[in-house]
């Protein structure tokens, strides 16, 4: 049971619009089904949902984002870059580059917003998901 005090997670989206190549609006699932839209064609538009999370620097993880993650080492501190994906039913982070290899999910890490920091998306920074020689 949920205390009366504790906030449920806010369900809010982005749209991403293909044509114009840019971040068009961010909002509530509540105005999306209260308010509306307008929206007669949708298809240009690509919806990423709000992960719920925060980085270390405060900022919203949504799906596609583009998110390091430090890995503590007994030695030292190991970065691998990921993606933000939904996968069987949650949010993972599937590695790009990085301990792990490329493909491999290292979400066990993910939760953690001291160890995460989003530094760009799938859509404005795609050079991003592409291994250096």
């Given at each position: 049971m949920i205390?009366?005090?504790r906030e449920a997670r806010i369900i809010k989206f982005r749209t991403w619009d293909k044509i114009d190549k840019k971040w068009q609006e961010t909002f509530t699932?509540?105005?999306?089904?209260w308010i509306g839209f307008g929206w007669d064609n949708t298809d240009h538009l690509i919806f990423s949902q709000f992960t719920g999370l925060?980085?270390?620097n405060g900022k919203e993880i949504y799906e596609g984002d583009i998110v390091q993650i430090r890995l503590m080492d007994e030695e030292e501190s190991l970065f691998v870059l990921t993606e933000i994906v939904w996968h069987n039913y949650k949010w993972l982070a599937r590695s790009i580059?990085?301990?792990?290899?490329q493909g491999n999910w290292?979400?066990?890490y993910f939760d953690n917003p001291k160890n995460?920091?989003?530094i760009g998306n799938i859509y404005e920074n795609p050079e991003l998901l592409k291994e250096k020689p």
């Open positions: 205390k009366p005090d699932i509540e105005e999306a089904c925060l980085d270390k580059k990085g301990k792990g290899g290292t979400y066990k995460t920091e989003v």
